[in-house]
């Protein structure tokens, strides 16, 4: 019999990682594993343990527990500490940190080894993948923001490294500009094999970018996996707020089901008495009519409907946002609805909650 090969070795794996500062744990265990040409995001807010991570895989830090493995060597381990020069790992940040006294050849040259000839092929080469051959001679001052970042791209891969470490390299840069320096940039990065570790806060910004995102808060992964189940399963009420707004409706837990103005929620395996809360989006409530003071019928898929009085009405561009005060309670419900819907205030509207896009979890204390 044929034994089946070992599965290959990830590119980019941390272990166990922590990291402390002054007593307080900023990084508390995180473990990761990158393959050849994925591209992973580290996303969450400020102060999170995002940057510390990246900084002990780059080797400008060193953790206080765990390891960091390229290729399923350790760089980093206990006493073994690998220099950043000698990990093979290119760098991106939001400061492009172009060499100001440097043309653009130069500055994707720099630090390269071997014969001049060589070298200004490897250059033309980088620069032609990004589009800036044409720029070869000129000066950062003399470029734009969105093609000082393609220099820093080239740069950053005229070394060949397996792996790029991205700290928020396109926060700097307008958004109609971002979105095609970050494509541009992602697709030279996955044509060349490289593993990517990118940070970043901003959710839409992961989820354009990332084959998995690992959500940190207070210096752990608190959850980790593809764009999609990240943000249609999330595994609290944090989780599902750090990707948009949401609704929450409270209650508690009475014979397997929350009862709530718009019907009964099942809560499987809470027990009697638990306090609990409902998310949904705002994306995901339907409005409906008033038919003489009734709203439309129950339906399985999205319950009984509740009555709410509009507050305000916003239009966003290719949505619309309603504010409802509901009956029931007074709180404040938003829905989002696609296209141009703007019904004027005290305009009495029903509002149904598709029960496969509710979250339901127990209720955290405050």
């Known amino acids: 019999m044929f034994e ?59 953790q206080d527990e765990g390891a ?37 050849a130069r500055n994707v ?48 891969l005229a070394p060949s490294p397996r792996i790029m470490l991205m700290d928020e390299p ?17 697709a030279v990065l996955k044509a060349e094999g490289t593993a990517v570790l990118l940070v970043t806060h901003e959710p839409a910004e992961a989820m354009r970018m990332a084959d998995e995102i690992a959500l940190m808060r207070d210096g752990r992964v608190v959850q980790h996996g593809a764009p ?33 103005p718009f019907g009964d929620f099942l809560t499987p395996g809470l ?21 003489g003071g009734r709203g439309p019928n129950p339906t399985k898929a999205e319950g009984t409907p509740a009555a709410g009085t509009v507050e305000r009405a916003r239009f966003l561009g290719a949505s619309s946002l309603v504010e409802f005060r509901m009956d029931h309670d007074g709180e404040i419900l938003r829905a989002q609805v696609p296209s141009v819907f703007l019904p004027k205030p005290g305009t009495r509207l029903w509002l149904m909650m598709r029960r496969d896009r509710c979250f339901v979890f127990p209720r955290r204390g405050r």
């Open 68 to 104: 960091v493995l390229v290729d399923g060597k350790p760089i980093s381990e206990g006493a073994l500490h690998v220099p950043p020069e000698e990990r093979g790992i290119g760098l991106m940040f939001q400061d492009f940190a172009l060499f100001p006294h440097l043309d653009v």
């Open 228 to 260: 999609y189940n990240i943000y249609n399963a999330p595994r609290d009420r944090e989780a599902a707020a750090f990707f948009s707004d949401i609704n929450v409706i409270e209650g508690v837990v009475e014979g397997a089901l929350c009862d709530t």
């Open 4 to 62: 089946s090969a070992p599965p290959p070795a990830a590119r980019l794996e941390i272990r166990n990682l922590c990291r402390s500062f002054g007593g307080r744990r900023v990084v508390d265990d995180v473990s990761l594993k990158i393959m050849p040409g994925q591209v992973t995001c580290l996303l969450g807010p400020s102060g999170c343990g995002k940057s510390t991570t990246l900084r002990v895989v780059a080797g400008v830090d060193r």
């Open 170 to 186: 396109f926060s700097g840069l307008d958004d109609r500009l971002r979105d095609d320096i970050r494509d541009e940039t992602l």
């Open 271 to 291: 027990p009697d008495g638990t306090e609990v809360e409902i998310v949904i989006r705002p994306q995901h409530l339907r409005i409906d009519f008033d038919r």
């Open 109 to 156: 040259g720099f630090g390269l080894k071997g014969p001049r000839a060589e070298i200004r092929a490897r250059v033309e080469t980088l620069l032609d993948k990004v589009g800036m051959r044409r720029h070869i001679d000129r000066f950062p001052h003399e470029l734009s923001g969105g093609e000082q970042q393609r220099v820093a791209l080239a740069r950053a």
